[in-house]
């Protein structure tokens, strides 16, 4: 090789280190900022019933129908799942307990009107980071809808109301 050629050779060697350390340097910047837009998720887990509580429905339903609400309305700003996603370092586990449940006065509904007579119920809820330290807490009183819903026979005419109050509340947290 003549000297001329090495110098190239040498020259373009120093080109492809200086292309290397910046690709590195680059990446080095851009993987953290990329953790740090990383949406925090919420784990879904279904609620248990108080002490002599009873609850005639299907709780997985229950937990299927906030999953979804929960993702129609927190989803841009959560990952909502009933599992945590391997290697999420930011989530919230969404546990809670229905407190209790009235089933509501067909009789009373049909003769007074104007949503008296309802199914109602109590649930207490609760969001805790991974280290199980609670983040966020709620007890609301939730009522039926006036005109029903799909999921009727196996969640009763709570499900709707059920996800889109803890929804509500999850989206005034004032979460990371």
């Known amino acids: 090789m003549r000297t001329g050629d090495n110098m190239l050779l040498i020259a373009a060697q120093e080109r492809v280190k200086k292309v290397v350390v910046l690709v590195l340097v680059m990446w080095g910047l851009w993987v953290p900022l990329l953790q740090a837009q990383e949406k925090p998720a919420i784990v ?9 509580v009873s609850w005639p429905y299907d709780m997985q339903r229950m937990t299927q129908q906030t999953l979804a609400e ?9 990952d909502i799942s009933s599992e945590v996603s391997p290697g999420k370092s930011r989530f919230y586990t969404l546990n809670g307990e229905v ?11 049909w003769a007074i009107g104007m949503g008296t007579g309802r199914e109602t119920a109590k649930i207490h809820y609760w969001l805790t980071d991974p280290s199980g330290k609670k983040v966020f807490e709620h007890e609301d009183t939730i009522r039926a809808e006036f005109w029903g819903n799909e999921y009727a026979d196996s969640v009763g005419q709570l499900a709707h109301p059920f996800a889109d109050k803890i929804a509500t509340r999850l989206a005034q947290a004032k979460l990371e």
């Open 44 to 52: 879904i887990r279904p609620f248990v019933m108080a002490n002599g």
């Open 70 to 78: 929960l993702q129609n309305k927190d989803g841009k700003k959560y």
């Open 99 to 109: 407190l209790q449940w009235h089933p509501g006065n067909r009789a009373e509904r």
